[in-house]
């Protein structure tokens, strides 16, 4: 015997021996079984320099174990002399990996494995069995697999969330830990990165204030609720990152709904991450308290695809991702300079900017935007405070003028061609039992299921453009009670806020000057959110000055 270390490793994962394995505080029956089990075999069969390496909790088909790695790198200094586990599975439950370590890597570095229930010791020969022993080892952790999915794929279709902590902003119930509820210190940063969004702060802005106001970052919230908070507060405790605010502005469980199956693992054996397509996730509405209302939230999505780079200048420009060219329709640019009065700021026609001259030179100071823009919106909430009623029922009957006949013809187009469809499927069933029992030729059945395959095929689109119209012209409808609730909140701006301008408009079309007249005239087209009403306006340089002189 050599003074080198006997290596006794344990292994437990949860799956292992029963999902509803007793366990001991600190470690699991299982494991203390295993340590039993390999001391007494070492103690009778003279091994010394006894160290025992454990990973409760680890999965067969990972070998990046703690413990493991602790193993491999003990060996690789050539510590180890002997390495024991009570059977082959202990080792590993990957057929290819678990053979790699004993036929190769344990004996590159003069390693001795002995898996003691399995009769296996590699310093002798008789181990023929081993290969088919590590094989149904991987059969049962490819079955292990399945029987999880199958669970995971039941649970989620019942509407109960499959992540096994909450977005930040909830936490699981005492009652029942399928049921999330509010966590109010989380919830206001949340509710918080909403609004500054709204606002036009970009996930770099709001990342940057949030770390100058130290608030804790998910990860350490997370840590200091469950009772774990590290006491030795670290510079990264409240270091925000923008990939985290980009992330809290997509979750669709803000708005209270259940979202399951947007990722999976390719096989057990790799346990990289690939998400899913949205069209594959399974979203359940309203099961719990929602945080953030559907309106502040589609408007941020919608802020978030005119997304573009930060300014250097710490102050918002109110009219990023709004403003356009109308006569290109790129966007316009903010120019600004600490050289120049806040009056000379302005927006400039990007295509020019660029060097290109499919467009001209163009731009419109903000200050003047602002006036016009502010003039129109509250000519409109004016008008719709003193109309109401008269407002909402011309925009229901232009709606229904407009769409209800399309909208009836297109549901009448589905059902036909839903019809249409099912009666391929028969004939299809019907044309193979034909070419089964001989009544047409294989190249008549060819021929005519390539017929079927193409209808069918071009049906199923048309039903599926169809139905998104359909759903677009009843959105239509929501939309006009959505924009009325919106205006309700506002009765008269003297001043007008990011959040104000998001929540009303939708977008800004600046047209080129006109200076046919002999001075400068340039009109602006204003578009209102969810389609609901344009305005235009056109800015009169000659009569600004005037007014100002005066």
Same mark, same amino acid.
């Given at each position: 015997?050599?003074?080198?270390?006997?290596?006794?490793?344990?292994?437990?994962?949860?799956?292992?021996?029963?999902?509803?394995?007793?366990?001991?505080?600190?470690?699991?029956?299982?494991?203390?079984?295993?340590?039993?089990?390999?001391?007494?075999?070492?103690?009778?069969?003279?091994?010394?320099?006894?160290?025992?390496?454990?990973?409760?909790? $680890?999965?067969?088909?990972?070998?990046?174990?703690?413990?493991?790695?602790?193993?491999?790198?003990?060996?690789? !200094?050539?510590?180890?002399?002997?390495?024991?586990?009570? !059977?082959?599975?202990?080792?590993?439950?990957?057929?290819?990996?678990?053979?790699?370590?004993? *036929?190769?890597?344990?004996?590159?570095?003069?390693?001795?494995?002995?898996?003691?229930?399995?009769?296996?010791?590699?310093?002798?020969?008789?181990?023929?069995?081993?290969?088919?022993?590590?094989?149904?080892?991987?059969?049962?952790?490819?079955?292990?697999?399945?029987?999880?999915?199958?669970?995971?794929?039941?649970?989620?279709?019942?509407?109960?969330?499959?992540?096994?902590?909450?977005?930040?902003?909830?936490?699981?119930?005492?009652?029942?830990?399928?049921? $999330?509820?509010? !966590?109010?210190?989380?919830?206001?940063?949340?509710?918080?990165?909403?609004?500054?969004?709204?606002?036009?702060?970009?996930?770099?802005?709001?990342?940057?204030?949030?770390?100058?106001?130290?608030?804790?970052?998910?990860?350490?919230?997370?840590?200091?609720?469950?009772?774990?908070?590290?006491?030795?507060?670290?510079?990264?405790?409240?270091? $925000?990152?923008?990939?985290?605010?980009?992330?809290?502005?997509?979750?669709?469980?803000?708005?209270? +709904?259940?979202?399951?199956?947007?990722?999976?693992?390719?096989?057990?054996?790799?346990?990289?991450?690939?998400?899913?397509?949205?069209?594959? $996730?399974?979203?359940?509405?309203?099961?719990?308290?929602?945080?953030?209302?559907?309106?502040?939230?589609?408007?941020?999505?919608?802020?978030?695809?005119?997304?573009?780079?930060?300014?250097?200048?710490?102050?918002?420009?109110?009219?990023?991702?709004?403003?356009?060219?109308?006569?290109?329709?790129?966007?316009?640019?903010?120019?600004?300079?600490?050289?120049?009065?806040?009056?000379?700021? +302005?927006?400039?026609?990007?295509?020019?900017?660029?060097?290109?001259?499919?467009?001209?030179?163009?731009?419109?100071?903000?200050?003047?935007?602002?006036?016009?823009?502010?003039?129109?919106?509250?000519?409109?909430?004016?008008?719709?405070?003193?109309?109401?009623?008269?407002?909402?029922?011309?925009?229901?009957?232009?709606?229904?003028?407009? +769409?209800?006949? *399309?909208?009836?013809?297109?549901?009448?187009?589905?059902?036909?061609?839903?019809?249409?469809?099912?009666?391929?499927?028969?004939?299809?069933?019907?044309?193979?039992?034909?070419?089964?029992?001989?009544?047409?030729?294989?190249?008549?059945?060819?021929?005519?299921?390539?017929?079927?395959?193409?209808?069918?095929?071009?049906?199923?689109?048309?039903?599926?453009?169809?139905?998104?119209?359909?759903?677009?012209?009843?959105? *239509?409808?929501?939309?006009?009670?959505?924009?009325? *609730?919106?205006?309700?909140?506002?009765?008269?701006?003297?001043?007008?806020?990011?959040?104000?301008?998001?929540?009303?408009?939708?977008?800004?079309?600046?047209?080129?000057?006109?200076?046919?007249?002999? +001075?400068?005239?340039?009109?602006?087209?204003?578009?209102?959110?969810?389609?609901?009403?344009?305005?235009?306006?056109?800015? !009169?340089?000659?009569?600004?000055?005037?007014?100002?002189?005066?």
């Amino acid at each position: 015997m050599t003074d080198k270390i006997t290596a006794l490793y344990c292994r437990l994962s949860n799956d292992d021996d029963g999902l509803s394995c007793a366990r001991q505080q600190g470690e699991s029956n299982s494991i203390t079984n295993q340590k039993n089990i390999l001391m007494d075999y070492a103690k009778k069969n003279g091994f010394r320099n006894i160290e025992i390496y454990v990973d409760d909790g $680890w999965s067969g088909t990972n070998f990046n174990r703690p413990d493991f790695q602790r193993l491999v790198r003990d060996m690789q !200094d050539g510590k180890i002399g002997t390495v024991i586990t009570k !059977d082959l599975s202990r080792l590993g439950r990957v057929y290819l990996m678990t053979g790699q370590y004993i *036929e190769m890597i344990f004996p590159e570095f003069n390693v001795r494995y002995i898996a003691v229930n399995d009769n296996v010791d590699t310093l002798k020969a008789d181990n023929e069995m081993m290969v088919f022993r590590n094989v149904f080892n991987d059969f049962y952790a490819r079955d292990c697999s399945k029987k999880i999915k199958a669970v995971f794929k039941a649970k989620g279709m019942s509407g109960k969330p499959l992540s096994s902590k909450p977005p930040y902003g909830y936490k699981k119930s005492e009652q029942d830990k399928n049921v $999330w509820e509010i !966590d109010e210190e989380a919830a206001t940063v949340v509710r918080r990165i909403f609004k500054m969004c709204i606002e036009g702060c970009g996930p770099v802005e709001i990342a940057r204030r949030l770390t100058a106001e130290s608030i804790l970052i998910p990860s350490e919230h997370l840590a200091k609720m469950s009772g774990k908070a590290n006491n030795n507060c670290s510079e990264y405790t409240y270091i $925000w990152r923008e990939q985290t605010i980009v992330s809290i502005l997509k979750k669709q469980e803000y708005l209270g +709904h259940t979202v399951n199956f947007k990722c999976r693992r390719k096989s057990y054996k790799q346990k990289k991450v690939i998400y899913n397509p949205k069209e594959e $996730w399974v979203i359940f509405e309203n099961t719990h308290p929602a945080i953030i209302s559907q309106n502040d939230f589609d408007l941020v999505q919608q802020l978030r695809q005119r997304r573009k780079k930060p300014q250097r200048c710490k102050e918002i420009n109110a009219f990023s991702g709004m403003v356009f060219c109308a006569d290109c329709g790129k966007p316009m640019y903010l120019h600004r300079s600490s050289t120049k009065k806040k009056e000379q700021e +302005h927006m400039k026609c990007s295509t020019y900017s660029k060097g290109f001259n499919e467009c001209s030179a163009h731009f419109i100071r903000t200050c003047v935007l602002k006036e016009l823009l502010l003039n129109e919106i509250n000519k409109m909430l004016e008008y719709i405070h003193g109309n109401k009623d008269k407002y909402v029922e011309m925009l229901t009957k232009q709606t229904g003028d407009n +769409h209800t006949e *399309e909208v009836k013809q297109a549901k009448k187009t589905i059902a036909k061609s839903e019809k249409r469809i099912a009666e391929l499927d028969k004939l299809f069933t019907r044309l193979y039992e034909d070419n089964v029992s001989g009544k047409i030729s294989d190249e008549r059945f060819e021929m005519m299921s390539k017929s079927y395959e193409s209808e069918q095929k071009e049906l199923k689109a048309s039903v599926t453009e169809l139905q998104k119209l359909v759903e677009t012209k009843e959105q *239509e409808n929501s939309d006009i009670n959505r924009f009325m *609730e919106i205006v309700s909140r506002y009765e008269h701006l003297t001043d007008i806020t990011p959040e104000q301008m998001h929540e009303l408009v939708e977008r800004i079309e600046v047209h080129a000057p006109d200076k046919s007249s002999g +001075h400068r005239t340039q009109q602006i087209d204003i578009y209102f959110r969810f389609g609901i009403a344009c305005a235009s306006a056109t800015f !009169d340089g000659k009569k600004r000055k005037k007014k100002k002189a005066a």
